[in-house]
């Protein structure tokens, strides 16, 4: 009985983690392909996937090249930020002609 709890709080871990990180996917694909110029510092909301509600914190960071800014992406189970499910960093790009 103990180890098919167990299992059980492994899968629902392992499934939240999962659906946590299609949350910081989505966000990073969403902003590329809106390319989305996003101003530096940090940025909070939140998502649902898969039935489950979860909230991101996004921080923008300026690169060395100015065309660039780096985007990591947290996501949590809850909005306390204390246990992250998901990470993500990427890139979006400023590119010539979008006007910003």
Known sequence: EQLRDAADGNLGELRSRLLAGWVAENLLAEHRARRDWLPLGI???TGREGGLDFAWREEV????????????IRVFATAEESHSLAHLAGFVVNSPGSGR
């Open 43 to 45: 940025q909070r909301g």
């Open 61 to 72: 960071i300026a690169t060395p090249n100015p065309s660039f800014r780096r985007v990591d």
